[in-house]
T-cell receptor
Framework: SQQGEEDPQALSIQEGENATMNCSYK?????LQWYRQNSGRGLVHLIL?????REKHSGRLRVTLDTSKKSSSLLITASRAADTASYFC???????????FGKGTMLLVSP | DAGVTQSPTHLIKTRGQHVTLRCSPI?????VSWYQQVLGQGPQFIFQ???????GRGNFPDRFSARQFPNYSSELNVNALLLGDSALYLC????????????FGSGTRLTVV
């Protein structure tokens, strides 16, 4: 079963624009992670935010976490064509890094 | 430093057969997990091993089994293959189990015909 639900399912933007993806989940969590996947291959870890954190930055990425609403958002600023990929949120409810993934958001960045 | 390596990259099997997938974690990583990703879906957790002990098991039938070796590499075994087992099987490693992001391998694409 999948705990996280990403929104939107697909997003199409132009290079230079910002991309925002949202994730909702159902149960309490230890941390929430975002991953990127290119062309159905391996996932790349982007960022981890713990349940006691509200915001985290990494380069052009900004992640927020609202545990009261059980939701998170991933913002990619100044998007590039190379950002084209599927993005997944994954929740760790156990504290042992057993991740539950959502279905993902497909991001298309056009030059 | 080599990343997480999985073998084989692609595999075609017939229904009812058995398959073994292999994974070598990043050097020094003691935690290995397996995920199944069906086309169009997010990965689903199958197993987690840490220090050669099973630490977690997802909602998969007993046809699925795994183990971790003293060098922390791991095998995923699937018996009596069904068409529905066709998927990308992903292995991921991390230094330990708590509050660490995973490094994923490129996966093994299994097709059951």
């Amino acid at each position: 079963s999948q705990q996280g639900e990403e929104d939107p399912q697909a997003l199409s933007i132009q290079e230079g624009e910002n991309a925002t993806m949202n994730c909702s989940y159902k149960t309490s969590i230890n941390n929430l992670q975002w991953y990127r996947q290119n062309s159905g291959r391996g996932l790349v870890h982007l960022i981890l935010i713990r349940s006691n954190e509200r915001e985290k930055h990494s380069g052009r990425l900004r992640v927020t976490l609202d545990t009261s609403k059980k939701s998170s958002s991933l913002l990619i600023t100044a998007s590039r064509a190379a950002d084209t990929a599927s993005y997944f949120c994954a929740t760790d409810s156990t504290g042992y890094s057993t991740l539950t993934f959502g279905k993902g958001t497909m991001l298309l960045v056009s030059p | 430093d080599a990343g997480v390596t999985q073998s084989p990259t692609h595999l075609i099997k017939t229904r009812g057969q058995h398959v073994t997938l292999r994974c070598s974690p990043i050097s020094g990583h003691k935690s290995v997990s397996w995920y199944q990703q069906v086309l169009g879906q997010g990965p689903q957790f199958i197993f987690q091993y840490y220090e050669k002990e099973e630490r977690g098991r997802g909602n998969f039938p007993d046809r699925f089994s795994a183990r971790q070796f003293p060098n922390y590499s791991s095998e995923l075994n699937v018996n009596a293959l069904l068409l529905g087992d066709s998927a990308l099987y992903l292995c991921a490693s991390s230094p330990r189990t708590a509050n660490y992001g995973y490094t994923f391998g490129s996966g093994t694409r299994l097709t059951v015909v």
